[in-house]
């Protein structure tokens, strides 16, 4: 899939200037990070998603619903950072709800997008979108092709779904199309949830025998979507990650390190097969570079390591 289609007659806004920014999934972890980095940014953003504490509320599937929704409400910029998950996913059938999001919640956001005159559409990507699986010492760029067959219908349903998201992002002619591809959330609102399993050492992890993964915090997460907002290019994909990747059970130990609880116990990969989604995922060995964002959107991670990450959170925490 190509993500250099030109959009010449679609001109940004200047950086300096306020936009009006509908959030599709506001009140997730990653979705309240955004508000509050938008915010700050001077942008005012209106939340959308199911809870009540949303501004509009309606659900990305019911294409009807949301289409009333926002009916009378003018946006310059929507962002989908819509997702179905509460907890980590450990099964592949635990991805089904957000899968579904990715493809027909898409669809009906950016039908929504276009009725409030939206001339931008920033859709939340994955770096999985590469493929599960070990990619060896490759450093992945956005040339590298995204989206490729799955090799099993349960990893080509997962990454189906961000093939399509993408696919549709980018043809939304009628709008700049934007997607960031973020490596696995740790930090505020996300890590806290690894803690009190770690305390109670109920959460064993692999070995991780050379595998590593992108891993992003949260707050860096969000300011790559105010410079995206900000200074997108019409088109464009952009890895965002921090500098330093990390196998699964290296982060986990990390966490517990950082916040003096227990080691995790470590067990044999083959053990987390029940956990299907997770045992995969704990399989992959994926690097990624941010070139690209770095250079084009001016944006760097200030974690650049779990370890400078995790301990900016602890010290937000007052817990050094």
């Known amino acids: ?126 770096v999985f979108g590469y493929g599960y699986g070990d990619h060896g010492d490759h450093v992945i760029t956005e040339a590298d092709p995204f989206g490729p067959r799955g090799r099993s219908p349960e990893l080509e349903g997962h990454i189906a779904a961000m093939r399509v998201k993408e696919r549709l992002t980018f043809g939304a002619t009628d709008m700049a199309g934007i997607a960031l591809r973020f490596g696995l959330f740790y930090g505020p609102g996300g890590t806290d949830g690894l803690l009190p399993m770690l305390r109670k050492r109920q959460l064993p992890v692999p070995a991780d025998h050379g595998r590593v993964l992108p891993w992003i915090e949260l707050t860096d997460a969000a300011r790559a979507v ?13 890895n965002i990650a921090d500098r330093t990747p990390m196998g699964f059970g290296a982060h986990v130990r990390c966490v517990a390190e950082e916040f003096g609880l227990p080691r995790p116990m470590t067990v044999p990969l083959w053990l987390m097969r029940p956990m299907s989604y997770a045992h995969t995922v704990m399989s992959t060995t994926l690097r990624v570079s941010t070139a690209r964002a770095e250079r084009e959107l001016g944006w760097s991670p200030a974690h650049p390591t779990v370890h400078d990450g995790l301990a900016a959170m602890r010290a937000a925490e007052g817990l050094t």
């Open 226 to 238: 105010v410079a995206a907002v900000e200074r997108e290019r019409p088109g464009q994909a952009y």
């Open 1 to 126: 899939m190509t993500t250099n289609q030109s959009h010449e007659s679609l001109q940004s806004p200047p950086s300096h200037q306020s936009q009006s920014i509908l959030l599709a999934g506001a009140g997730g972890v990653l979705g309240r990070h955004i508000t509050r980095a938008l915010t700050e940014a001077g942008h005012k953003v209106t939340g959308l998603g199911r809870g009540r504490r949303n501004d509009l509320q309606a659900d990305l599937m019911n294409r009807d619903a949301l289409l009333r929704a926002v009916e009378g409400h003018h946006f310059d910029t929507v962002i989908h950072a819509a997702t179905a998950l509460s907890k980590p996913p450990m099964r592949h059938r635990d991805m089904h709800a957000t899968n579904a999001l990715r493809t027909d919640g898409t669809a009906h956001l950016i039908e929504a997008a276009r009725a409030t005159g939206a001339r931008r559409f920033l859709a939340e990507s994955m």
